[in-house]
């Protein structure tokens, strides 16, 4: 297994390969600017934002994922807003949990009766602090 977003798997064995791509982590501080007259405008550190991430997955009936069961899990957790460990090999992101904030699929190939057989889905996840 290479990682895993809550029970969403990224592997790549002999039955099964399910991996992420375009990964980015970002985050920002927050400042603000107090003005003043004629002269210099002060800046203050106010904070440090949430941290985002963000991949792509491609889910695919041929690599032996069952797209539509896992687009039915992104589609869940992002309308619960159910917080999601994310792991990749032995570490942890983040400070704590991530929710998934945005997604978006492709619908890429269907079979000759109209089922979906593969699909790109691009996340967007948002860090999830409890404290």
């Known amino acids: 297994m ?15 390969i399910q991996t992420p791509d375009n990964i980015q982590w970002s985050g920002s501080a927050r400042y603000s600017e107090h003005r003043r007259h004629l002269i210099n405008a002060l800046t203050e550190f106010t904070g440090i934002d949430t941290d ?16 539509l069961a896992e687009l039915g899990k992104i589609w869940i957790y992002e309308r619960k807003g159910t917080p999601l460990s994310l792991v990749f090999g032995d ?15 492709t619908m890429k190939y269907f079979d000759g009766k109209g089922n979906l057989t593969t699909a790109e889905v691009s996340l967007n996840l948002l860090e999830y602090l409890n404290s």
Request: overall charge positive; hydrophobic content about 35%.
């Open 2 to 16: 290479i990682g895993c977003l809550g029970d969403i798997l990224f592997e790549v064995n002999s039955d099964k």
């Open 52 to 67: 985002k991430f963000s991949l792509r997955i491609v889910l695919s009936k041929e690599n032996n994922v069952d797209v």
């Open 91 to 105: 570490k942890g992101y983040g400070k704590y949990k991530w929710t998934i904030n945005k997604h978006r699929a």
